[in-house]
């Protein structure tokens, strides 16, 4: 992903910030490597990193700080990693931006009906512009799932927006909900209450199958819901069951489980169900900003600065 992240512009602002004693490698390649990489104080990693488990470490004695150029760095740290004191950074909220512009898009559309006008024409309907059901922009009612960098940035954005906004998230304080103008609502009460669910919650342990067939039964009618999370926090046979009886629903799943879906499975031949080949998150120029953020860290770090993308121990069991 180095190419993609690095335009040839920023790759020759990296390389004036700091020596590049190694062209980029692949995890194998590294695990492969005989040998101490003597005097390495920063790694950069990006997708597909190598796990910096003790014996890469002591590979390592000089590494101060890793700058990841992707997203989630929970494959990568390890309790030897934090016991040596080593930084970590990473561009989570440069990829967030991404999934928020793609969110905000669907949820527009949604609010509109719009994916329920595209089923009806594909089916020879007829040429209308809504149902009996309410829809609109104005007036609406969004619902975020976790309030994470994507939700609140998700929340920020719907501001330009006629909307209220409803979040469930148990690990976000009233205040920071206040802030990004968020309600928090319990989980029945965002699927009951919301014309649009949009999920942004991690994959945990606690979360895996998280979001069953009786939240999606709750949604009024018309309503959407949106995944650009993770596939395995829905009950994915149950959200299926739902949207069969529930031809007004509709779901936009950019994440699935597996991914990409089983040849035979149901949410490839529902009408109400689109479903998009995990896009949301950076693709092609998007990837830029992913560089940039490193750049910009590195030069916060070089200064002795914060890190706009640091990420602590305590933080990792939350995270995705």
């Not at 101490?36 to 997708?47: D, K, R």
């Not at 597909?48 to 014996?55: G, I, L, Q, W």
């Not at 994916?115 to 149902?131: I, P």
């Amino acid at each position: 992903m180095f190419p993609q992240a690095f335009s040839p512009a920023a790759q020759a602002a990296l390389a004036a910030r700091v020596e590049l004693v190694a062209p980029p490698l692949t995890a194998a390649a590294v695990e492969a490597a005989t040998g101490e990489f003597a005097g390495v104080e920063i790694v950069i990693s990006s997708w597909s990193p190598p796990v910096f488990h003790e014996a890469l470490l002591r590979r390592l004695p000089d590494l101060r700080a890793v700058f990841h150029a992707g997203g989630s760095v929970k494959s990568m740290v390890t309790d030897a990693l934090w016991r040596r004191g080593i930084r970590v950074t990473s561009a989570a909220q440069a990829n967030a931006i991404a999934v928020a512009d793609f969110t905000i898009s669907q949820t527009i559309f949604c609010l509109k009906h719009g994916w329920q006008r595209v089923a009806e024409m594909r089916a020879g309907g007829e040429f209308r512009r809504e149902d009996d059901a309410p829809c609109g922009v104005r007036g609406g009612v969004v619902g975020l799932l976790s309030l994470g960098h994507t939700g609140r940035l998700v929340a920020e954005r719907l501001r330009a927006l006629d909307v209220a906004v409803l979040g469930y998230d148990p690990y976000v304080a009233p205040e920071v909900a206040r802030q990004a103008n968020v309600r928090l609502a319990g989980l029945d009460e965002v699927f009951s209450a919301s014309d649009v669910v949009s999920c942004h919650t991690p994959l945990l342990a606690e979360t895996t199958g998280m979001l069953r067939g009786r939240h999606f039964a709750r949604l009024r009618r018309g309503a959407a819901f949106i995944n650009t999370a993770r596939g395995a926090v829905v009950n994915e046979p149950e959200l299926a069951e739902v949207l069969a009886r529930r031809p007004d629903l509709v779901a936009v799943l950019d994440v699935t489980w597996p991914e990409p879906p089983a040849r035979d499975s149901p949410l490839r031949r529902l009408a109400n169900v689109v479903l998009t080949p995990h896009i949301a998150g950076s693709i092609g120029r998007e990837y830029q900003r992913i560089g940039d953020m490193i750049l910009a860290d590195l030069d916060h770090y070089s200064r002795g600065e914060p890190l706009r993308g640091e990420v602590t121990p305590e933080q990792i069991p939350l995270i995705a």
